[in-house]
C-alpha cells in the first residue's frame, strides 16, 4: 500500500472533521477541501488547500460544480501500480489523492422531514457519491472514509504504520462507501417514485429499495437443510430482538429469532408489569401483576405449564432474585427482558437447566419511535404494510349489548385484545384481568378456536367461568359465542363488520354476556 500523502475532505456531517483534519496534518499529509468544509478546517487552525487552487478550475453553478475534474477523478482513479497510468498523470499534471473523507447531502433526512420536491433535488449530491464511488473503486490505493466513526480508527492505523493504511481496513472502507452509495440512490429512486404530480406523495413508491447488514450466520434456517442468516436494518426506530444483546446461552437460531421477536412484541403491549410465554410465536401464557415479577410470572406459567416447556419467555421488567428462582427449573430456550440484576444471573447460571438457555437484554430507549413498515415474503414479490400497532382501549370501544361491562370485565377485556392481537388467526383468546384461560390460534374457523381455548384451559384446570372473550376478528355466526357462553364467559370484545353482526348480539343479549365492538380487526397471518 502506498503512504498517504494528500487526503481529499469535502463532508455535509461535520462531526469529528476538525480532529480529523488535525491528525491528518500532524503527519504531514496534504489536506485538499472544499466549501463549508474547508473553512471549518482552517479555522479550527489547520493547513488547507481549496479544491478550486488545486484543479485550477471555479467551483461554479451554486457549488453543484466543484470536484467534478479530471485531476481529482484521476488522482483518485490512477492507478499506482501501472505505468501507463502514472505516465498519463504526470503528463496532465494529475497528482495522487490517497485519501478521502466525504460524506453525502442530507437528502435522506430533508426527504423524511417532507421536503417539496425543489427542496429534494437540491439535496442530491453529485459530487461526493462520485469521488466515494471512484477512491472505493481504487481501494487497492485509496482510503475512503464515509462515516464519522471511521476517523479515529483510521488515524491510530496511519499513526502506528508510518503513514499507511492496509489492504484490508481499504477494503472494508471500500464495501462501506459503495453501500452508503447504494442506500442515497436507492432513496433517491424511492423519493422520486413516490411524487404522483403537483407535491403529492403516496406512501407506497414505484420502487422499494431496503438495505439491512448481516449480524451472524446462522446454523440452519427453520428446518436443518435450510442456510440462513440474520440481518438487521441500518437503524433501529424502536426497541426489539435486534437491539438485543446476549449475556449467556448458545447460539440463537432461526427459529429462535421468530420466537423472541413474538414474545418481545406481545409483552411490549403491557404498561403494567408483565410476563409472556410464546411457543411457535402464538402465546401460551400472559399474565400481569401488582404484586411483583415473579407473581406476574407464575400466572403466566400456570396457563399452560406443559407448552412453556422449551418456549420463550417474555419479561417487561428487569429479572430479579426472586423471579429467576421461579425461572430455573423450567426448560425454556430464551428469557428476554430489559436488565437481569447479579442476583437473578447468580441463581440462573447456577441451575442446571439454564446452562445453554440464551439471555437477552433489550433496555428500553428514549427516542423510541414504534412505526416502520411490516414485510412479508412470497415467492417473486413482496408485501408491504405499515405494522399493526392500533390500540383500542375496551372502554372506549362501542357497547352493542344490552348489558354494560363491569370495570373488572373491560380490564379483562383490554387484556384479552391486546393478547389476541399476537395469537395466529383465526384467534380466539379467554381471559380474566391479570391472566390468560385459554388461547385457541390458526384455526381454520373461528368457532374452532373458541372450542379450541376452551378445552386448553378445561385440560389445564382453569376455570373459564367468568373470564372474557376477545377475538381478532369478527363472529361469522352465533355459533363461537355460544361457545363461550356455555364456557361461562361474561364479556366479549371483537372488531364487528359481519352482516350477522344483530345475530350475534342477540346471542350474546340471549345469554347475558356484555359485548363490545372495537371497530378494529387484528388479524395475524
Not at 44 to 49: L, R
Not at 141 to 148: E, L, W
Request: charged share 25%.
Amino acid at each position: 500500500m502506498p503512504k498517504v500523502e494528500r487526503a481529499l475532505i469535502s463532508v455535509s456531517d461535520k462531526r469529528g472533521v476538525t480532529h480529523f483534519a488535525r491528525g491528518l496534518a500532524e503527519m504531514h499529509i496534504e489536506i485538499l477541501s472544499t466549501g463549508g468544509t474547508a473553512r471549518a478546517i482552517k479555522d479550527a487552525g489547520t493547513k488547507v488547500v481549496a479544491v478550486e487552487a488545486f484543479t485550477g478550475f471555479p467551483e461554479m453553478l451554486d457549488g453543484r460544480v466543484k470536484t467534478l475534474h479530471p485531476k481529482i477523478h484521476g488522482g483518485l482513479l490512477g492507478r499506482r501500480d501501472v505505468a501507463a497510468h502514472r505516465e498519463a498523470m504526470a503528463a496532465h499534471g494529475i497528482k495522487p489523492i490517497d485519501l478521502v473523507a466525504v460524506n453525502l447531502y442530507p437528502f435522506e433526512q430533508v426527504a423524511a422531514a417532507g421536503a417539496d420536491l425543489g427542496e429534494a433535488i437540491e439535496n442530491i449530491d453529485i459530487g461526493g457519491p462520485a469521488m466515494i464511488r471512484s477512491a472505493a473503486k481504487n481501494h487497492a490505493a485509496v482510503t475512503v472514509v464515509v462515516d464519522p466513526e471511521d476517523y479515529e480508527p483510521v488515524l491510530a492505523e496511519l499513526r502506528a504504520s508510518g503513514g499507511v493504511v492496509s489492504p484490508q481496513t481499504n477494503f472494508r472502507l471500500a464495501e462501506k462507501a459503495f453501500a452508503l452509495t447504494a442506500r442515497y440512490d436507492g432513496a433517491i429512486a424511492d423519493y422520486l417514485g413516490s411524487c404522483t404530480g403537483e407535491g403529492a406523495r403516496t406512501r407506497y413508491g414505484r420502487s422499494l429499495h431496503l438495505q439491512f447488514f448481516k449480524v451472524q450466520d446462522l446454523r440452519y434456517g427453520e428446518n436443518p437443510h435450510q442456510s440462513a442468516a440474520f440481518y438487521r436494518e441500518r437503524v433501529l426506530a424502536c426497541p426489539c430482538v435486534t437491539d438485543a444483546r446476549q449475556i449467556q446461552g448458545k447460539e440463537l437460531s432461526f427459529n429462535n429469532i421468530v420466537d423472541a421477536n413474538a414474545a418481545f412484541e406481545l409483552v411490549k403491549e403491557f404498561d403494567e408489569t408483565a410476563a409472556v410465554a410464546i411457543k411457535h410465536t402464538n402465546p401460551c401464557g400472559v399474565a400481569t401483576s401488582k404484586v411483583s415479577l415473579a407473581d406476574a410470572f407464575r400466572k403466566a406459567r400456570s396457563c399452560d405449564p406443559v407448552s412453556i416447556f422449551g418456549g420463550i419467555v417474555g419479561l417487561n421488567r428487569p429479572v430479579d432474585e426472586e423471579t429467576a428462582r421461579e425461572l430455573k427449573d423450567i426448560f425454556l430456550e430464551i428469557v428476554i427482558a430489559p436488565a437481569f440484576s447479579e442476583e437473578a444471573l447468580a441463581v440462573l447460571r447456577a441451575a442446571p437447566r439454564f446452562k445453554n438457555v440464551r439471555l437477552l437484554e433489550i433496555p428500553a430507549r428514549a427516542d423510541c419511535d414504534p412505526g416502520g413498515m411490516d414485510f412479508k415474503r412470497v415467492v417473486g414479490g413482496l408485501l408491504v404494510q405499515n405494522r399493526d400497532l392500533g390500540r383500542v382501549r375496551a372502554a372506549d370501544a362501542k357497547i352493542v349489548t344490552k348489558r354494560v361491562p363491569t370495570a373488572e370485565e373491560l380490564a379483562a377485556l383490554d387484556l384479552a385484545w391486546s393478547v389476541c392481537k399476537h395469537v395466529k388467526s383465526n384467534a380466539i383468546v379467554f381471559a380474566r384481568a391479570d391472566q390468560v384461560i385459554g388461547v385457541g390460534a390458526g384455526q381454520m374457523s373461528r368457532v374452532d378456536a373458541a372450542r379450541l381455548a376452551v378445552m386448553r384451559a378445561e385440560t389445564l384446570g382453569l376455570a373459564t367461568r367468568g373470564s372474557v372473550v376477545g377475538s381478532d376478528a369478527f363472529f361469522p355466526f352465533r355459533d363461537g359465542l355460544d361457545v363461550a357462553a356455555a364456557a361461562g364467559a361474561t364479556a366479549v370484545i371483537q372488531p364487528g363488520g359481519s352482516v350477522r353482526d344483530e345475530e350475534v348480539i342477540g346471542a350474546a343479549d340471549e345469554h347475558g354476556l356484555a359485548m363490545v365492538f372495537t371497530g378494529m380487526r387484528h388479524f395475524r397471518h
